[in-house]
């Protein structure tokens, strides 16, 4: 059994992912898969988050208020592709 990783970072956003260069990417991925002899068993998406939050004490002439806010989100952050070689 061959196992092959690559990795190319050519830029990062947190929020917006590029969903066409995305599906570029995967099908190009897929076709160079398919042209060596691999039949393509599954695709998955990987997906990432990041959240935070914030809690504040304040104090003004009618006594002290508090306050807090919070929010948190997830992405595509890549793909994995799972092939296996036809015989």
């Known amino acids: 059994m061959r196992q092959e990783e690559?990795?190319?970072?050519?830029g990062y956003s947190n929020?917006?992912?590029d969903g066409k260069r995305l599906a570029r990417d995967i099908d190009q991925a897929v076709q160079e898969?398919?042209?060596a002899?691999?039949?393509i068993v599954?695709?998955?998406?990987?997906?990432?988050?990041?959240?935070n939050y914030e809690y504040?004490?304040?104090y003004?002439?009618?006594g002290y208020?508090?306050?807090a806010y919070g929010y948190g989100y997830s992405y595509t952050e890549g793909a994995v592709i799972l092939a296996k070689k036809q015989t």
């Not at 690559?6 to 050519?10: A, I, K, M």
């Not at 998955?44 to 988050?49: D, I, R």
């Open 6 to 10: 690559r990795w190319q970072e050519d």
């Open 15 to 17: 929020c917006v992912v």
């Open 33 to 35: 898969l398919n042209s």
């Open 37 to 39: 002899g691999y039949e």
């Open 42 to 51: 599954s695709i998955s998406m990987v997906t990432s988050g990041d959240w």
């Open 56 to 58: 504040r004490r304040s």
């Open 60 to 62: 003004a002439l009618s």
């Open 65 to 67: 208020g508090y306050g």
